[in-house]
Each structure stands twice: as C-alpha cells, then as structure tokens.
C-alpha cells in the first residue's frame, strides 16, 4: 500500500510541482492585490516567509519515514531533473543568493573567480567522482573512503575533514536564515537564528534525506522564482533590454564611461574620513567590467573553488539518491544548468543595480545630486537605518560624489527592488528567496554531519549491532545537536557570511579531494596513504590559514581564501608516498574497485548496510 | 586485454578530453584576461573577459557535462556495461 502510493508520488512529480509552483505564483499575485488594497509592507514580509516556510515544513512532514535507506539516500529514487533541481537548492546558499550580487558589484572580475569555480567544479564531479560514488552505493561520503580504503581510523579521519569542513559552512546558512528571518518578521536576530533553526529541523528530522530532497526542489522553485522576477523587471523598467542577459552590452559601457567621468580610483578618502563609515559597508573602489585581478590570484580563487566543490559532502551525497549511475551522471548536467540560471543572471543583478544609482540620466541615479536631496529619498533612510547604506559629504562641496556613497554587499538583492521602484511585493519575494536559498543549505549540511556521525561512527565503529529503530533515533538526536551547535555559534555573529563560506571549500579540498579521487582512479592507494592524505592535508591546510590569518606573509601569493592549495598538495603528495611505502590494497578491495568502474550489477555496498 | 581494461581504458581517455576542456576554460583562458579585455571580439556587445566570467564559460561547463555523459553512455553500451532498468 505506501509502496503504490511512493510509487504514484515519483510519477506524479512534476504535476505535484506544477501545481506547487502555480500556486506560488498565484499568491505573489494575492499579495501585490493586498498591497495595493493597502497592506503594510511588514505584514507582507510576514506572510511570504510564513508561507513558504509552512508549507516546507508540511512537505518534511509527510516525507517522514522509518526505513534506513529512505532516512539516507531518499529511497535511491530521486528522478534525475528533481535530483538536479534539489542539488542546486542545496548547492545554493544564503551566500549565492544575498551576498553573490553585491560581492560582483564591489570587487569586479577578481570577484569573478568564484563564479567560474563554483561552476566549473561540477565538470570535476560529473567526470571524477559522482558515478563511482552512486555504483559503490555508499550512504555517506566516509562510507565511500571506510569501505575502499577499510579500517576504521580512515573512516574517522574522513568523519572528521566532513565535520570541519560542513561545519563551518553550516553556520553561515544558520546566520543567513536568522538574518533573513529578523528582517521580515522584524523580530531580534538572536532569537530570529532560532526560529531559522526551528525550521530547519522541522524539514530534515522526521524524512531524512527524503524529506530534505523533496522541500529542497521546493525551495528551489521559490529562490529561482524571487531572483529572476526582479533582475527581468527591473531590466524592463529601466528599459535595459528585454532579456537582460543578451542585451546589457551598453549599460557594461555606460558604467566604465561614468566611472572615469566621476574619477573612480583617483579621489582617495582619508583614513579620518573612512572611519566615519559604519563598518561592513564600502564604496564603489573597482571597475566594474576591466580586469582588475592578476592571472594567478583568479585562477587560485578558481582552482580552490572548484576541487572544493568536488569535495563537498553535502553536494556529493545528492548523487546517491539517483536510481541509476546513469542518471547521477547526467542529474550533475542538470544541477548545473539550474544553477546557471541564477549565477548568469547575479552579473545582470549588479549592472543595473550599479547603473540606476550611478547615470545623472536615470531618476534613481543619486551620483551628482545633493546630498540634502539623496538623505531625503524614502528608500535611502529605510536603508541607512537598516545600517546597510551611508552618504557622507566629505569634501563640503554640497554634492554627492562617488567616493561618498557607502553600501552592503546584501544592499544590492535586497534594496535594488525598492530603488528602482518596484513595489514592495517584490522585496517581499526576495526575503523568501532568500530564506529558501539559506534553509535549502542549512538542510543538506546539517544532514551532511549527522548522517556522517550516525552512520559512520555510532553504527559503522560504536555500536554495529544497532538496530534500524534505534539507529533512526540516534541519526535524528544527532541532527538536533549539530543544528543547535551550529545556531548558538551562528548566533555570536563572529564572521561574515562569505568568508566563511570560502573556508569551508578549502577545508574540503585540502582533506578530501585527493582521497575521494585516487579512490576511483589509482587503485594502489591504500588506508595508510589515504589517512596520511586526509589529516596530513587537513593539518598543513589548517596550520597556513592560521600562520597568514596572524599576519604570515604565505608563499606563492596563496591567502587565506586560497589554503586550499597548500593542503591539498601537501594531502596528495603524502597520500601517494605513503602509499607506495606501505603495501598495495589486496585483491579484494582490487576487485571492489574494478566494480565501481562500471556501471551495471550490483552495488558494492548492499541497499540496506 | 580483457573486456574491462578496455572499457577502463576508453573511459579514461575520455576523461582526459573532457579535463582538456575544461581547464581551457576554467583556468586556460585567465591567464590571458588582460588580452581578452582588449579583444575586438565581443560576444553580444560585451567585452570577452566580462563575457567569460558571467556566461561564456559558466555555459560552457553545462554543455560539456551533457556531452561527457552522452559519450560515457555509449562507452558503457559498446561494452555491454549498460544497467539493467531494474538494477
């Protein structure tokens, strides 16, 4: 009987998420019907993140389950477009969606790295790892290395670079949803990180894996919805272009026109002056379009983000739950296309975004203008008092020079709506998308962590005699604890969103990639070389970030957000000394690696283990 | 050469190409962004380097996988890897 009706519910999915995503439609509609009828902008945030919260956390509810291979891998059944479009949710962050946009408007093409990495990588987990990882048949990422490279100090090492790795990024998310959360319900951000975190758990604890899938292609469908309306709108508006990918060619122009026509980069401010600025904001310092970043520091940025990708748990256990090894393959083709939709359009975001405010032509342009006149506008002090804009008369001219405009990364999705004059629906929307972007994350690494302790630690090292029900109960006490950890950290607010966010993928490369890779394509890699691999990597990884974070001057132009780099070659070469030194895997595990190289029999790992 | 090895081995050689490809664009071409920008090749209008960093390779990559795995399907179907609908 839930067998048929599982199987009616696969079927059925895209009239499930046709309807979903009509609905959602519909009610962006009831709501600008409310807000011209006069709701107050409060109460529409409110009911956007209530909304779209609720019913994610019905979705969680009735995707709870009891059996192990449902709680892990969602039942290995996941069609191969949905798997694509929840990978890109989970994939997504809080980061991706608030802070993406803003980071393009400040910095420019140094900035562009992180694009080209966080999209390149995949070509590295289509071809490299996905497919071997759904035939082995792991329920985890240390599954995989426990059960190729055997013994359990391999295992644990792995537990441990996931654990260092995801949990770093899991507290920027929780961060992200509390931020989100306080600005629409307008509620404290400590206790707003707990509501964040409340709804969190409410997708993930009762269905697992199958929850989080099924509210990940949910939240999918609201964020890609909440970025794209405002970007093609906007575009329109200010007549742009139609389609503001294909046709923003002249605005890219009319910016570097005006930059050098306001002198961009030869007013400096006085350090007197700066400290005036309240902190977290910045001036437009950087072209926006000319390349402004050596070769070197783009392509380290790239290189790190895109074997950081290809070692990230959270991204890498989304492949499991495809029913084939087929469709995991072309499923990583899909997840970037999603993905692709909202990365080509953060560029358009920050053009008009930078543009409206800069062009005299424009009635949103503000360079140029008094500063009496811009401190008046309604959406300035709305924003200035959100502590995420700044206007400063420096040089007592009376005018608003470029130098003297101040904003916050996040500024540029969550105010650009109300600058260009959209009505406030749309800003509503965005506090959704948002919200769905930063829980989409939160899910799939807190389940990242837990599973790996529950599965991999308890069950696989503690207690491999635990029973399903009681290993269920362990797996979901583990997923509160994680979860709680990571709000209370998030809630001492000690670093910014993004930062940590880069972190998080150099610590996954310098501990991981090399292990997970070799894994597949040498298989004279063994347990001694893969454990020296991943702590000798985590470990020298960790120990430059420390060295260059307490002023160390670091060698070959490798920063803080490039560690990654240093770990990683320290983790393959030990990985491949200690290998050879020690003696090569035996037959079976030989065996079990030729297994993995193609596609059809069985798994290596039984369905349920 | 048993039927696996060769499988193995098309399936790396494979993988060297699509590698290939991608490190043309995803670090190949950076090394050069200065002369991209000076470039009289612009797609759409805008200059090479923008246009690499905001769609040019991004789309590229998403092309490339949906090719690697169409090639690595019919790999696997020369050698009757192909797995069963009911696997």
Same mark, same amino acid.
């Given at each position: 009987?839930?067998?048929?009706?599982?199987?009616?519910?696969?079927?059925?999915?895209?009239?499930?998420?046709?309807?979903?995503?009509?609905?959602?439609?519909?009610?962006?509609?009831?709501?600008?019907?409310?807000?011209?009828?006069?709701?107050?902008?409060?109460?529409?945030?409110?009911?956007?993140?209530?909304?779209?919260?609720?019913?994610?956390?019905?979705? !969680?509810?009735?995707?709870?389950?009891?059996?192990?291979?449902?709680?892990?891998?969602?039942?290995?059944?996941?069609?191969?477009?949905?798997?694509?479009?929840?990978?890109?949710?989970?994939?997504?962050?809080?980061?991706?969606?608030?802070?993406?946009?803003?980071?393009?408007?400040?910095?420019?093409?140094?900035?562009?790295?992180?694009?080209?990495?966080?999209?390149?990588?995949?070509?590295?987990?289509?071809?490299?790892?996905?497919?071997?990882?759904?035939?082995?048949?792991?329920?985890?990422?240390?599954?995989?290395? !426990?059960?190729?490279?055997?013994?359990?100090?391999?295992?644990?090492?792995?537990?441990?670079?996931?654990?260092?790795?995801?949990?770093?990024?899991?507290?920027?998310?929780?961060?992200?949803?509390?931020?989100?959360?306080?600005?629409?319900?307008?509620?404290?951000?400590?206790?707003?990180?707990?509501?964040?975190?409340?709804?969190?758990?409410?997708?993930?604890?009762?269905?697992?894996?199958?929850?989080?899938?099924?509210?990940?292609?949910?939240?999918?469908?609201?964020?890609?919805?909440?970025?794209?309306?405002?970007?093609?709108?906007?575009?329109?508006?200010?007549?742009?272009?139609?389609?503001?990918?294909?046709?923003?060619?002249?605005?890219?122009?009319?910016?570097?026109?005006?930059?050098?026509?306001?002198?961009?980069?030869?007013?400096?401010?006085?350090?007197?002056?700066?400290?005036?600025?309240?902190?977290?904001?910045?001036?437009?310092?950087?072209?926006?379009?000319?390349?402004?970043?050596?070769?070197?520091?783009?392509?380290?940025?790239?290189?790190?983000?895109?074997?950081?990708?290809?070692?990230?748990?959270?991204?890498?256990?989304?492949?499991?739950?495809?029913?084939?090894?087929?469709?995991?393959?072309?499923?990583?083709?899909?997840?970037?296309?999603?993905?692709?939709?909202?990365?080509?359009?953060?560029?358009?975001?920050?053009?008009?975004?930078?543009?409206?405010?800069?062009?005299?032509?424009?009635?949103?342009?503000?360079?140029?203008?008094?500063?009496?006149?811009?401190?008046?506008?309604?959406?300035?002090?709305?924003?200035?008092?959100?502590?995420?804009?700044?206007?400063?008369?420096?040089?007592?001219?009376?005018?608003?020079?470029?130098?003297?405009?101040?904003?916050?990364?996040?500024?540029?999705?969550?105010?650009?709506?109300?600058?260009?004059?959209?009505?406030?629906?749309?800003?509503?929307?965005?506090?959704?998308?948002?919200?769905?972007?930063?829980?989409?994350?939160?899910?799939?690494?807190?389940?990242?962590?837990?599973?790996?302790?529950?599965?991999?630690?308890?069950?696989?090292?503690?207690?491999?005699?635990?029973?399903?029900?009681?290993?269920?109960?362990?797996?979901?006490?583990?997923?509160?604890?994680?979860?709680?950890?990571?709000?209370?950290?998030?809630?001492?607010?000690?670093?910014?969103?993004?930062?940590?966010?880069?972190?998080?993928?150099?610590?996954?490369?310098?501990?991981?990639?090399?292990?997970?890779?070799?894994?597949?394509?040498?298989?004279?890699?063994?347990?001694?070389?893969?454990?020296?691999?991943?702590?000798?990597?985590?470990?020298?990884?960790?120990?430059?970030?420390?060295?260059?974070?307490?002023?160390?001057?670091?060698?070959?132009?490798?920063?803080?957000?490039?560690?990654?780099?240093?770990?990683?070659?320290?983790?393959?070469?030990?990985?491949?000394?200690?290998?050879?030194?020690?003696?090569?895997?035996?037959?079976?595990?030989?065996?079990?690696?030729?297994?993995?190289?193609?596609?059809?029999?069985?798994?290596?790992?039984?369905?349920?283990? | 050469?048993?039927?696996?090895?060769?499988?193995?081995?098309?399936?790396?050689?494979?993988?060297?190409?699509?590698?290939?490809?991608?490190?043309?664009?995803?670090?190949?071409?950076?090394?050069?962004?200065?002369?991209?920008?000076?470039?009289?090749?612009?797609?759409?209008?805008?200059?090479?380097?923008?246009?690499?960093?905001?769609?040019?390779?991004?789309?590229?990559?998403?092309?490339?996988?949906?090719?690697?795995?169409?090639?690595?399907?019919?790999?696997?179907?020369?050698?009757?890897?192909?797995?069963?609908?009911?696997?």
């Amino acid at each position: 009987m839930t067998k048929m009706i599982k199987g009616k519910f696969i079927d059925n999915l895209p009239k499930i998420y046709g309807i979903y995503t009509g609905g959602f439609l519909a009610f962006i509609i009831l709501m600008s019907i409310a807000e011209s009828a006069g709701m107050s902008a409060k109460l529409i945030g409110i009911f956007f993140v209530a909304f779209t919260v609720g019913i994610y956390a019905l979705i !969680g509810y009735l995707s709870r389950t009891l059996q192990l291979d449902a709680y892990y891998v969602a039942g290995r059944q996941v069609p191969t477009v949905f798997n694509g479009m929840a990978t890109a949710a989970d994939w997504m962050s809080g980061a991706s969606f608030v802070a993406m946009a803003g980071g393009i408007y400040f910095k420019g093409y140094g900035y562009m790295a992180l694009l080209v990495g966080w999209t390149g990588g995949y070509v590295l987990v289509a071809s490299l790892l996905a497919p071997y990882l759904r035939k082995f048949g792991c329920y985890t990422v240390p599954d995989f290395i !426990g059960t190729r490279y055997g013994g359990n100090l391999a295992r644990v090492s792995a537990v441990i670079v996931l654990t260092v790795a995801s949990f770093t990024y899991v507290t920027a998310q929780i961060n992200a949803t509390g931020t989100i959360a306080s600005v629409a319900l307008d509620i404290p951000f400590g206790i707003a990180v707990y509501i964040g975190l409340a709804s969190i758990l409410i997708c993930s604890m009762l269905g697992g894996m199958r929850a989080v899938t099924w509210t990940q292609v949910a939240q999918y469908i609201v964020l890609i919805i909440a970025y794209l309306i405002p970007v093609f709108w906007i575009s329109n508006k200010m007549g742009a272009g139609f389609f503001p990918h294909f046709m923003l060619a002249d605005e890219v122009a009319r910016i570097a026109e005006l930059e050098s026509q306001f002198g961009l980069g030869t007013v400096k401010n006085s350090a007197a002056d700066l400290a005036t600025v309240p902190k977290g904001l910045a001036g437009i310092t950087k072209a926006h379009s000319s390349v402004n970043a050596t070769p070197w520091a783009f392509i380290s940025l790239a290189v790190c983000m895109m074997a950081g990708t290809a070692s990230l748990p959270h991204v890498m256990m989304r492949y499991f739950t495809t029913p084939s090894v087929k469709s995991a393959r072309r499923s990583v083709g899909w997840s970037l296309f999603f993905i692709f939709l909202l990365y080509s359009s953060a560029p358009m975001l920050a053009t008009l975004s930078k543009l409206s405010l800069m062009d005299p032509n424009l009635a949103t342009g503000i360079i140029g203008k008094s500063i009496s006149e811009v401190q008046a506008l309604d959406w300035y002090q709305n924003w200035n008092q959100a502590n995420l804009m700044f206007v400063s008369d420096f040089n007592g001219n009376g005018t608003l020079d470029l130098n003297e405009f101040f904003m916050g990364g996040k500024a540029v999705v969550l105010a650009t709506p109300e600058i260009a004059g959209l009505p406030y629906v749309i800003s509503g929307l965005v506090a959704a998308g948002g919200m769905a972007a930063a829980m989409s994350t939160a899910d799939g690494l807190v389940l990242a962590i837990a599973n790996a302790l529950s599965h991999d630690l308890y069950y696989k090292i503690i207690d491999p005699k635990a029973e399903t029900a009681k290993r269920l109960i362990v797996a979901r006490v583990l997923l509160f604890i994680i979860g709680f950890a990571g709000a209370s950290i998030a809630a001492l607010e000690i670093q910014g969103i993004l930062g940590s966010v880069i972190w998080a993928f150099d610590f996954a490369m310098s501990g991981l990639f090399f292990p997970l890779v070799l894994g597949v394509w040498w298989k004279r890699a063994n347990a001694q070389g893969a454990v020296a691999g991943m702590l000798l990597g985590l470990i020298s990884g960790t120990a430059y970030l420390i060295w260059v974070r307490n002023g160390g001057a670091g060698f070959w132009g490798v920063t803080q957000l490039t560690f990654g780099i240093v770990g990683s070659l320290v983790s393959l070469v030990s990985m491949v000394v200690v290998s050879l030194m020690t003696k090569a895997p035996d037959a079976a595990t030989q065996r079990m690696v030729d297994e993995v190289r193609i596609p059809s029999g069985r798994t290596v790992l039984g369905k349920q283990h | 050469m048993s039927k696996q090895a060769k499988h193995w081995e098309k399936t790396r050689g494979l993988l060297f190409v699509t590698l290939a490809i991608w490190f043309v664009f995803s670090i190949g071409i950076f090394f050069f962004g200065a002369e991209m920008e000076a470039s009289s090749f612009r797609p759409l209008g805008y200059p090479l380097s923008y246009y690499m960093t905001c769609q040019g390779s991004l789309g590229i990559f998403v092309i490339l996988i949906f090719w690697f795995a169409n090639r690595q399907e019919k790999i696997d179907e020369e050698f009757g890897y192909t797995e069963r609908e009911d696997d």
